[in-house]
C-alpha cells in the first residue's frame, strides 16, 4: 500500500511474555519513528532511525524496549518481559528525511498497535 | 525542552460552523515546525497542516488553516464549514528545525472535537 503499515493491529501479552511489533514505512522514506500513546494522551517519543542508524533512542523507557531497522526499510519495536504499564497504542511513522527541506520534511503516521498486557 | 499546551479537553459545534482549536507552545530553539494531526477513531494519525516558524504567512490546506501569533506563541487550528467527518481527536505537535538529527516531534493531549448534526 501507500501509506505505513503497522502490524499486528492488537496484541495481548500475559505479563512476562515478549513481543515484537512490525513497522513498514512508505516506500523511499529514509526516517522512521516510533512513539508510544497512553490512553488519552498524545503520542511521546520513542526512538528515531535515519536509514538503518538509530540516531536517537532517548524516549525509550526501558532496557526491555528495543528497536531495529537492519536493512533501511521495515522497523521492528521489541518489547521483553512486558509489564502492564507497557499497555498503550505504539504508532510508527515515516518521513523523507533529508531528500526534501527540514521544513517539509512531514511524518506519516500508521493505525498503530494496540497492546494490551495482562 | 519543547512543550505544547492544548488547554481544551473537549468541544462541542454544530455543523456547518467554524471551530478554533488552541494551542500554545514554549520553545528556545531558533527554528521549529508546528504542525496539526487529526485522529479518528480507527486509529491512525492524519497530518492536516504545517507552519514554519520563519513563515510570514499563516498556512492553509483547505478547510482548515493556521492562526499562527508568534510573539504569543499560539498556532491555533481554525476548521471552516465544519462537517460529520471533522470529529475526532486533534494534536498539536512541534519539532526543532534548526538541524537534521533533532526529527522527532513532541505531542499535546489533544482536543476531542464532536460535531453536532
Known amino acids: 500500500g501507500a501509506g505505513v503499515s503497522q502490524s499486528p493491529r492488537y496484541k495481548v501479552a500475559k505479563r512476562g511474555q515478549d513481543v515484537a511489533l512490525r513497522c513498514d514505512p512508505i516506500?523511499?522514506?529514509?526516517?522512521l519513528f516510533w512513539y508510544q500513546q497512553a490512553l488519552g494522551q498524545g503520542p511521546e517519543f520513542l526512538t528515531y532511525f535515519q536509514n538503518e542508524a538509530q540516531l536517537d533512542k532517548s524516549g525509550l523507557p526501558s532496557d526491555r524496549f528495543f528497536a531495529e531497522r537492519p536493512e533501511g526499510s521495515v522497523s521492528t519495536l521489541k518489547i521483553q518481559r512486558t509489564q502492564q504499564e507497557d499497555s498503550a497504542v505504539y504508532l510508527c511513522?515515516?518521513?523523507?528525511?533529508?531528500?526534501?527541506?527540514?521544513?517539509?520534511?512531514?511524518?506519516?503516521f500508521g493505525a498503530g498497535t494496540r497492546l494490551s498486557v495482562l | 525542552a519543547q512543550k505544547i499546551t492544548q488547554t481544551q479537553p473537549g468541544m462541542f459545534v454544530q455543523e456547518k460552523e467554524a471551530v478554533t482549536l488552541d494551542c500554545t507552545y514554549d520553545?528556545?530553539?531558533?527554528?521549529?515546525?508546528l504542525f496539526w494531526y487529526k485522529q479518528p477513531s480507527s486509529g491512525e494519525m492524519i497530518f492536516l497542516i504545517y507552519q514554519g516558524s520563519y513563515d510570514q504567512q499563516n498556512a492553509t490546506e483547505g478547510r482548515y488553516s493556521l492562526n499562527f501569533q508568534k510573539a504569543r506563541k499560539s498556532a491555533n487550528l481554525v476548521i471552516s464549514a465544519s462537517q460529520l467527518g471533522d470529529s475526532a481527536m486533534y494534536f498539536c505537535?512541534?519539532?526543532?528545525?534548526?538541524?537534521?538529527?533533532?526529527?522527532?516531534?513532541?505531542f499535546g493531549t489533544g482536543t476531542r472535537l464532536t460535531i453536532i448534526p
Open positions: 505537535a512541534m519539532r526543532d528545525a534548526s538541524w537534521w538529527g533533532n526529527e522527532k516531534l513532541t
Open positions: 511513522a515515516s518521513s523523507l528525511g533529508a531528500r526534501t527541506t527540514i521544513a517539509k520534511n512531514i511524518q506519516y
Open positions: 516506500s523511499g522514506h529514509v526516517s
Open positions: 520553545t528556545s530553539d531558533p527554528s521549529y515546525g
